[in-house]
């Protein structure tokens, strides 16, 4: 009798630490609760972390999610946590993994945090606090930069993969910004062509249309990962009727790349360049 409601006070314990409870009940954004070691496995392999990879960990605890990206992935990486228990052990668990010399814990305030040389950002907060961080995650890391998120969503803005290995893992890449017109002229095999193209973009999501020789036409299988955008023309006009397979890199006002046109033994590889004309997503 008295192990079974020890044992039931016990599992109110842990359920307890596991809500995301009022805010009042703790003394940061987030309680302290640890990401077990197979989430965190799955997180960073969620996130394809490489030894190139700089790792950020938003609240990082004892410090396991940056400790693992350093020690299994070869990455390089920070924690960032205000709870100063956290942080010494935190060091105290970096240097038995021996990797005290490739990574850093800091006392700071996450939302205040500079983020910006990150290339993976991993988080175990709170639904309100990601939405809260949102904005500076779309504003002040680099385009094609992997955040992953231990069991809460970005609302609106989709994830671009999601894995339910024990919890859920969201992952998101960054997305460039390409709301706007843009411009191109081609030099095509059967002559010159000017495109005015116009992209309409929601995080990730893009649609948009193609102005040229007085007609209007879609974008077909229009994509956005990062900086990397890629869209199909069926210009079926005069000489041409083709598609034509656009692929390229954003880089703030110039988009460069390759269209592919034909297909087997009369494929052709084209270079291509546009410019922006005018507007930049505000999101
Ligand atoms: C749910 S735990 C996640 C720990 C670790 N990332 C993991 O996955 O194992 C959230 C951590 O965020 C820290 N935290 C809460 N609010 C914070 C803030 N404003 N700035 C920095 N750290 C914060 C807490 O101290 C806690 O250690």
């Known amino acids: 009798m008295i192990a079974a409601a020890l044992r039931r006070a016990l599992i109110g ?11 009042a009940q703790f003394s940061y954004d987030v309680p302290y609760v640890p990401t077990p070691l ?10 394809e972390v490489t030894r190139d990879d700089f790792v950020i960990d938003l609240g990082s605890g ?25 942080i010494l052990e935190s060091d105290y668990n970096a240097s038995v993994a021996g990797v005290s010399d490739r990574v850093a814990f800091h006392r700071q305030d996450l939302f205040k945090f500079e983020i910006s040389r990150a290339s993976v ?13 949102r904005p500076r995650l779309l ?8 955040i992953v998120s231990h ?22 890449i960054v997305p460039a910004k390409v709301e706007g017109r843009w411009h191109a002229d081609l030099a095509l095999p059967n002559g010159a062509r ?25 974008l077909w299988n229009a994509s956005l990962r990062g900086d990397r955008v890629q869209f199909t023309i069926v210009d079926d006009g005069g000489a041409l009727d083709t598609n034509l397979y656009f692929d390229g890199r954003v880089s703030d006002d110039v988009i460069e790349g390759v269209i592919l046109r034909g297909i087997g033994a009369d494929r052709q590889k084209i270079s291509w360049r546009a410019t922006r004309v005018a507007g930049v997503a505000a999101q």
């Open 121 to 133: 950002i991993t988080m175990y907060l709170l639904p309100s606090v990601n939405i809260k961080l």
């Open 151 to 172: 069991d809460f969503d970005m609302e609106d803005w989709k994830p671009d993969a999601r894995s339910t290995v024990r919890k859920n893992v969201f992952l998101w």
């Open 13 to 23: 314990l842990v359920c307890i630490a596991a809500l995301p409870v009022a805010r």
């Open 38 to 47: 197979v989430v965190v496995e799955e997180m960073l392999r969620l996130a």
């Open 194 to 218: 000017s495109y005015d193209i116009e992209i309409k973009q929601k995080f990730q999501e893009i649609d948009g249309l193609v102005r040229y020789d007085k007609k209007v036409a879609g």
């Open 139 to 146: 504003s002040e890391l680099k385009p094609g930069t992997r």
């Open 62 to 86: 004892d410090g396991r999610v940056v400790i693992a990206a350093v020690s299994k992935f070869g990455a390089r990486g920070i924690g960032v946590d205000l709870d100063p228990e956290r």
